[in-house]
């Protein structure tokens, strides 16, 4: 594989943890390893009494394994009410979120997809879109989706946005490691055939990859480009 050249800075909004290995762990586990700086920001926390203490704290615990795994160079922990952000005013979540792309002033962000059926995902994607308004010159110049194993696919595209890639990532010699950084979400990972599962996640890799003539690949809808 080249190297890719022209994404600088990466910032990648995850709702909750593994959102963003299962969406683009591949990615940024290729990116860390050319020299680029990818932060990842995990914009909710599970809390009490609908998700216990112990288990919000389990999660934790295995995501700092997968980003270890992935060579992060900083995770940012935001504590949005897990699977309740619909309960938080707008204004809110937009300042939390864009404190840290402010802070980070990331060249390319990664966002969920705006049509996932989890009402987190798409909001944590329309605070990321006005913290990305380009209203100077540090404007991300690239805003990417990825796919999250059902959350993307389980909508209703005939009356809501279906995930159309155009856009894909060759993460052939990053695979392995984008699948272990998964499994460190014990807590998680499901047997197959179910979708959140490790042979899933490989399944829709190799597809991905197919479609474009790459052995494995991660796939994501180009919401805004500028040409600087």
């Known amino acids: ?15 909750h943890p593994d959102d963003e290995v299962l969406g683009c762990g591949g990615t940024m586990a290729r990116l860390a390893a050319e020299g680029h700086a990818v932060h990842v920001l995990v914009a909710t926390r599970g809390q009490p009494p609908a998700f216990p203490e112990e288990g919000v704290a389990r999660v934790r615990a295995e995501m700092k394994k997968a980003h270890a795994l992935l060579d992060i160079a900083e995770t940012h922990e935001l504590d949005l009410p897990a699977a309740a952000l619909d309960t938080v005013p707008a204004a809110q979540v937009n300042a939390e ?25 798409a909001i944590v994607f329309q605070a990321a879109m006005v913290a990305a308004r380009p209203r100077h010159n540090r404007a991300p110049a690239r805003i990417l989706c990825y796919e999250t194993l059902s959350e993307t696919n389980w909508y209703a595209p005939p009356v809501t946005p279906a995930f159309i890639p155009n856009v894909f990532i060759d993460i052939a010699e990053t695979l392995e490691r984008k699948l272990d950084a998964f499994k ?17 996640l490989e ?10 003539h790459l052995r494995a690949a991660e796939a994501f809808a180009n919401i805004r480009q500028i040409v600087r």
């Open 1 to 15: 594989m080249n190297k890719i050249h022209d994404l600088g800075r990466v910032l990648v909004v995850a709702p």
């Open 97 to 121: 979120i864009g404190d840290i792309v402010q802070a980070v002033s990331p060249d390319t962000l990664f966002l969920p997809f705006y049509g996932d059926i989890h009402g987190d995902h």
């Open 184 to 200: 460190c979400f014990e807590s998680q990972v499901r047997p197959f055939p179910e979708e959140r599962s490790v042979e899933a």
């Open 203 to 212: 399944a829709l890799a190799r597809s991905r990859g197919a479609m474009v």
